[in-house]
């Protein structure tokens, strides 16, 4: 925000007004009843003008300041802690509080750069940038949208990409023979951009409040209620309205009679339903009610299958895979897939442009409420239709 240029023009509108202002006191063709409530309304009009251009300057000079202190603080490192941002780095946190303080009216931020802060570069105020928050707790509710491939466009229009269904085929040639041809098989498949978004708000007091980190808490909930219907679509959309999900797009591989009855000899069965190369990349999904049952399953000489991450953040593993829960996966009825196993990243994430923070004082103005609103436009869909298969009940 160009806070030069708006302290300018509310000072330029301003003077306009004061030159009205004398016309109206010099008008001798004005009662004097008439000539008050003109100079009444100008009046306020030229100290609301008064009051937008100071606080212009007063943040731009504070805009200023910091900009300054991270220019000299460039490169200290504090104790005991990570380096600050370096000098061309984006400052996450800096930006949102900007926002959260009104100095900027918005940020965009690419989903693919999102990090953490640290206490060091965040300060007391906020102890991790507001859009990192908001990325990990999407990241958090469902692993699934850090794994798949993002494609990030420019604008929203309906994109055509090409969806692969089947592969050539190899065969050997003859001395001066022909070469058969074999291309494949390819359809496409259009990936519109779908809006999700939700309003927090806080009132003011907390936002000033520097002992308490309301962006950390409004960045989980926002980031939580957006994460919850996003990978709702992009799992199990069906297309109409919404994307298309991974779990929708995966055909039927090996079937159970229930989650109770699926045993090892399942799973084995459908981690080679699929080739190879995609298994080099694999995960199985499931609900979190279904991991329990899976949990007792055992090979052939007594060995549980599963297998619980002896590291933090690295995942429990079945037959050596990496197994994610999501709430999206059903459990029973007819048909019904109740786990799949593929190469998550053989499905597309578009995005368009990147998620976006917006600060409004003027939403909650009446109950001094000021709102944050969080928006990601974008869909989904698989690519290739050979890279993920499903486990179905009858029941």
Known sequence: MDFAATAKAALEKRANLVTDLRSVEADGSLSDAE????????????????VEAREA??????????????????????????????????????????????ELPGVDFDLRTATSGTAANAGNTFSTSFVAQVIEAMRVRSEFF????????????????????????????AENSAYSKSDGSWSKTNIGAYKYG??????????????????????????????????ADLLVGNGSGKP???????????????????????????QHSILKPYRRNAVFMTSDTAIQGLRKLKDT????????????????????TPIMTDPNVVTSG?????????????????????????????????????????????????????SVKALTVTA
């Open 301 to 320: 000489t007594g060995n549980y299958i599963w297998q619980p991450a002896l590291t933090a953040g690295a995942p429990d593993t079945i037959l050596g």
């Open 146 to 173: 850090s794994k798949a491939r993002t494609l990030t466009t420019g604008s929203g229009e309906t994109l055509e990409y090409p969806v692969k269904n089947g592969r050539p085929s190899a065969a050997q040639v």
């Open 198 to 231: 939700v309003i927090v708000e806080a009132t003011q007091e907390i936002v000033d409040d520097s002992q308490l980190d309301i962006l950390g808490i409004l960045a989980e909930d926002a980031g939580e209620a957006v994460a919850d219907k996003v990978m």
């Open 244 to 270: 298309f999900g991974w779990i929708t797009r995966a055909t039927g591989a090996v079937n159970a009679a229930n989650m109770a009855g699926v045993t090892t000899d399942n799973l084995i069965d459908l």
């Open 35 to 50: 000539k008050r409530e003109r100079v009444e309304r100008i009046d306020a009009d030229l100290r609301a003008l008064e």
């Open 334 to 386: 007819a048909g019904a897939k109740v786990l799949v196993y593929g190469d998550p990243s053989k499905y597309l994430i578009r995005q368009v442009k990147s998620l976006r923070v917006v600060r409004s004082d003027e939403y909650g103005f009446d109950r001094d409420v000021v709102a944050f609103k969080v928006t990601w436009r974008g869909a989904g869909d698989l690519f290739d239709l050979a």
């Open 57 to 102: 300057v007063e943040r731009g000079e504070r805009e200023a300041e910091v900009r300054s202190l991270a220019a000299r603080a460039g490169g200290l490192v504090v104790p005991g802690g990570a380096p600050e941002a370096r000098q061309g780095e984006r400052d996450e946190a800096a930006e949102l509080r900007a926002v959260a303080r009104g």
